[in-house]
Protein backbone atom coordinates (compact mmCIF):
# COMPACT_ATOMS: atom_id res chain seq x y z
CA UNK A 1 0.00 0.00 0.00
CA UNK A 2 1.45 3.68 -1.14
CA UNK A 3 1.88 5.56 1.79
CA UNK A 4 2.77 9.80 1.34
CA UNK A 5 4.70 11.60 3.94
CA UNK A 6 5.14 15.22 4.01
CA UNK A 7 7.76 16.96 6.25
CA UNK A 8 7.29 19.68 8.11
CA UNK A 9 3.17 19.35 9.02
CA UNK A 10 4.12 23.24 9.27
CA UNK A 11 6.32 25.71 8.30
CA UNK A 12 6.56 29.82 8.79
CA UNK A 13 9.03 31.89 7.41
CA UNK A 14 9.61 35.79 6.81
CA UNK A 15 8.72 37.10 3.42
CA UNK A 16 11.25 36.48 0.33
CA UNK A 17 12.87 33.64 2.14
CA UNK A 18 13.18 30.51 -0.08
CA UNK A 19 12.29 27.38 0.75
CA UNK A 20 11.38 23.71 -0.06
CA UNK A 21 8.59 21.29 1.22
CA UNK A 22 9.39 18.08 1.35
CA UNK A 23 7.21 14.55 0.22
CA UNK A 24 8.33 10.78 0.47
CA UNK A 25 6.36 8.21 -0.70
CA UNK A 26 6.83 4.26 -0.41
CA UNK A 27 6.45 2.46 -3.53
CA UNK A 28 8.46 4.19 -6.42
CA UNK A 29 6.82 2.28 -9.25
CA UNK A 30 4.71 5.51 -9.68
CA UNK A 31 3.68 7.01 -12.54
CA UNK A 32 3.54 10.82 -11.82
CA UNK A 33 3.58 13.06 -8.77
CA UNK A 34 1.37 15.92 -8.59
CA UNK A 35 1.79 18.90 -6.12
CA UNK A 36 -1.25 21.51 -5.46
CA UNK A 37 -2.15 24.30 -3.43
CA UNK A 38 -5.18 24.45 -1.21
CA UNK A 39 -6.56 27.70 0.84
CA UNK A 40 -8.58 27.32 3.75
CA UNK A 41 -11.91 26.49 2.89
CA UNK A 42 -10.89 26.05 -0.80
CA UNK A 43 -10.55 23.31 -3.50
CA UNK A 44 -7.01 22.24 -4.90
CA UNK A 45 -5.10 24.19 -7.60
CA UNK A 46 -3.01 21.75 -9.21
CA UNK A 47 0.66 23.70 -9.25
CA UNK A 48 2.96 20.65 -11.09
CA UNK A 49 2.32 17.05 -12.36
CA UNK A 50 5.89 15.39 -13.00
CA UNK A 51 5.98 11.90 -14.80
CA UNK A 52 7.73 9.14 -13.63
CA UNK A 53 10.17 9.96 -16.72
CA UNK A 54 10.92 13.25 -15.55
CA UNK A 55 13.21 14.66 -12.94
CA UNK A 56 11.73 17.99 -12.68
CA UNK A 57 9.34 20.96 -13.75
CA UNK A 58 8.85 24.56 -13.01
CA UNK A 59 6.57 26.95 -13.27
CA UNK A 60 7.74 30.49 -12.24
CA UNK A 61 8.43 30.70 -8.61
CA UNK A 62 8.08 26.89 -8.24
CA UNK A 63 10.32 24.10 -8.93
CA UNK A 64 9.49 20.47 -8.24
CA UNK A 65 11.86 17.49 -8.23
CA UNK A 66 11.81 13.40 -8.69
CA UNK A 67 13.88 10.83 -7.17
CA UNK A 68 12.27 7.56 -7.51
CA UNK A 69 14.55 5.37 -6.54
CA UNK A 70 14.62 7.14 -3.42
CA UNK A 71 10.97 7.93 -3.19
CA UNK A 72 11.16 11.81 -2.74
CA UNK A 73 10.23 14.47 -3.98
CA UNK A 74 10.55 18.31 -3.48
CA UNK A 75 9.07 21.64 -4.32
CA UNK A 76 11.27 24.71 -3.73
CA UNK A 77 9.93 28.10 -3.85
CA UNK A 78 11.74 30.91 -4.21
CA UNK A 79 11.41 34.24 -2.98
CA UNK A 80 8.35 33.45 -1.01
CA UNK A 81 5.36 35.95 -0.86
CA UNK A 82 2.70 36.34 1.69
CA UNK A 83 0.64 34.81 -0.84
CA UNK A 84 1.84 31.69 -1.14
CA UNK A 85 0.62 31.05 2.49
CA UNK A 86 -1.71 28.14 1.92
CA UNK A 87 -1.25 23.91 2.33
CA UNK A 88 0.90 22.48 -0.14
CA UNK A 89 -0.39 18.83 -0.65
CA UNK A 90 1.39 16.11 -3.48
CA UNK A 91 -0.32 13.18 -4.94
CA UNK A 92 1.37 9.82 -6.15
CA UNK A 93 -0.37 8.00 -9.14
CA UNK A 94 0.72 4.18 -8.96
CA UNK A 95 1.59 2.23 -12.34
CA UNK A 96 -0.63 -0.69 -10.84
CA UNK A 97 -4.01 1.62 -10.15
CA UNK A 98 -3.48 4.73 -12.03
CA UNK A 99 -6.84 6.22 -11.44
CA UNK A 100 -6.10 6.41 -7.97
CA UNK A 101 -3.93 9.02 -6.40
CA UNK A 102 -2.58 8.74 -2.51
CA UNK A 103 -2.34 12.47 -0.97
CA UNK A 104 -0.06 13.14 1.75
CA UNK A 105 -1.00 14.86 5.17
CA UNK A 106 0.31 18.60 3.29
CA UNK A 107 2.67 21.34 4.83
CA UNK A 108 0.63 24.03 6.13
CA UNK A 109 3.34 27.31 5.07
CA UNK A 110 2.72 30.35 6.59
CA UNK A 111 4.71 33.60 4.87
CA UNK A 112 5.21 36.73 7.09
CA UNK A 113 5.71 39.92 5.70
CA UNK B 1 -16.64 29.99 -15.60
CA UNK B 2 -14.05 27.06 -13.39
CA UNK B 3 -12.97 24.39 -14.86
CA UNK B 4 -15.25 22.53 -12.07
CA UNK B 5 -17.82 23.87 -10.47
CA UNK B 6 -19.62 22.68 -7.73
CA UNK B 7 -23.14 22.94 -5.74
CA UNK B 8 -24.43 23.51 -3.77
CA UNK B 9 -21.16 25.18 -1.52
CA UNK B 10 -22.95 23.99 1.98
CA UNK B 11 -25.06 21.89 2.92
CA UNK B 12 -26.43 20.65 6.13
CA UNK B 13 -28.72 17.72 6.52
CA UNK B 14 -30.66 15.74 9.10
CA UNK B 15 -29.36 11.88 9.11
CA UNK B 16 -33.00 11.30 7.74
CA UNK B 17 -32.63 13.37 4.19
CA UNK B 18 -32.08 12.65 0.90
CA UNK B 19 -29.94 14.84 -0.58
CA UNK B 20 -27.39 15.10 -3.72
CA UNK B 21 -23.97 16.60 -4.60
CA UNK B 22 -23.75 17.91 -8.25
CA UNK B 23 -20.43 18.59 -10.24
CA UNK B 24 -19.44 19.85 -13.66
CA UNK B 25 -16.68 19.98 -15.74
CA UNK B 26 -15.91 22.42 -18.45
CA UNK B 27 -13.19 21.46 -19.67
CA UNK B 28 -13.86 18.21 -21.91
CA UNK B 29 -12.14 16.02 -20.01
CA UNK B 30 -13.42 12.37 -19.75
CA UNK B 31 -12.37 10.97 -16.42
CA UNK B 32 -14.18 12.40 -12.90
CA UNK B 33 -13.30 11.67 -9.62
CA UNK B 34 -15.03 12.35 -5.93
CA UNK B 35 -12.28 12.68 -3.16
CA UNK B 36 -13.57 13.50 0.44
CA UNK B 37 -11.58 15.73 2.95
CA UNK B 38 -11.96 15.30 6.84
CA UNK B 39 -10.32 17.43 9.28
CA UNK B 40 -6.76 16.16 10.37
CA UNK B 41 -6.68 13.24 7.76
CA UNK B 42 -5.29 12.81 3.95
CA UNK B 43 -7.64 13.30 0.91
CA UNK B 44 -9.58 9.97 0.41
CA UNK B 45 -10.40 9.05 -3.20
CA UNK B 46 -14.16 7.65 -3.60
CA UNK B 47 -14.75 7.30 -7.06
CA UNK B 48 -13.51 7.35 -10.18
CA UNK B 49 -15.64 7.39 -13.61
CA UNK B 50 -13.67 7.01 -16.68
CA UNK B 51 -15.90 7.80 -19.64
CA UNK B 52 -18.69 7.53 -17.57
CA UNK B 53 -18.13 4.03 -16.16
CA UNK B 54 -17.30 4.03 -12.60
CA UNK B 55 -13.70 2.36 -12.66
CA UNK B 56 -12.75 3.10 -8.94
CA UNK B 57 -14.89 2.28 -5.90
CA UNK B 58 -12.70 2.83 -3.23
CA UNK B 59 -14.64 1.01 -0.08
CA UNK B 60 -17.09 3.31 0.54
CA UNK B 61 -20.69 2.58 2.18
CA UNK B 62 -23.58 2.62 -0.10
CA UNK B 63 -24.97 5.04 2.06
CA UNK B 64 -22.74 7.10 -0.72
CA UNK B 65 -24.26 6.44 -4.45
CA UNK B 66 -22.30 8.33 -7.26
CA UNK B 67 -24.11 8.89 -10.59
CA UNK B 68 -22.46 10.06 -13.78
CA UNK B 69 -24.95 10.23 -16.56
CA UNK B 70 -22.40 11.60 -19.20
CA UNK B 71 -18.87 13.09 -19.33
CA UNK B 72 -19.44 16.86 -18.06
CA UNK B 73 -21.36 15.40 -14.83
CA UNK B 74 -21.40 13.85 -11.67
CA UNK B 75 -23.39 13.46 -9.04
CA UNK B 76 -23.17 12.36 -5.17
CA UNK B 77 -26.29 11.50 -3.96
CA UNK B 78 -26.55 11.04 0.13
CA UNK B 79 -29.25 9.27 1.89
CA UNK B 80 -28.98 8.22 6.04
CA UNK B 81 -25.50 9.74 6.22
CA UNK B 82 -24.09 10.13 9.88
CA UNK B 83 -22.72 12.98 11.60
CA UNK B 84 -18.95 11.57 10.59
CA UNK B 85 -19.69 11.67 7.00
CA UNK B 86 -19.68 15.73 7.57
CA UNK B 87 -16.55 16.51 5.48
CA UNK B 88 -15.48 18.90 2.58
CA UNK B 89 -16.37 16.81 -0.69
CA UNK B 90 -14.39 17.40 -3.62
CA UNK B 91 -15.17 16.77 -7.27
CA UNK B 92 -12.25 16.58 -9.77
CA UNK B 93 -11.74 15.73 -13.54
CA UNK B 94 -8.74 14.86 -16.04
CA UNK B 95 -8.36 14.15 -19.29
CA UNK B 96 -8.03 10.37 -18.79
CA UNK B 97 -7.55 8.56 -15.46
CA UNK B 98 -4.03 7.83 -15.92
CA UNK B 99 -0.95 10.35 -16.22
CA UNK B 100 -2.77 13.47 -16.74
CA UNK B 101 -3.83 16.81 -14.49
CA UNK B 102 -6.10 16.58 -11.81
CA UNK B 103 -8.27 19.69 -11.64
CA UNK B 104 -10.40 20.33 -8.73
CA UNK B 105 -13.70 22.03 -7.90
CA UNK B 106 -14.09 24.39 -4.63
CA UNK B 107 -15.79 21.91 -2.81
CA UNK B 108 -19.24 20.75 -1.25
CA UNK B 109 -19.20 21.43 3.02
CA UNK B 110 -21.45 19.04 4.65
CA UNK B 111 -22.69 19.21 7.79
CA UNK B 112 -24.66 16.26 8.83
CA UNK B 113 -26.55 16.42 11.95
Known amino acids: KQEVTQIPAALSVPEGENLVLNCSFTDSAIYNLQWFRQDPGKGLTSLLL?????REQTSGRLNASLDKSSGRSTLYIAASQPGDSATYLCAVRLRTNAGKSTFGDGTTLTVKP | ETGVTQTPRHLVMGMTNKKSLKCEQH?????MYWYKQSAKKPLELMFVYSLEERVENNSVPSRFSPECPNSSHLFLHLHTLQPEDSALYLCASSQGASGNTIYFGEGSWLTVV
Open chain 2, 27 to 31: LGHNA
Open chain 1, 50 to 54: IQSSQ
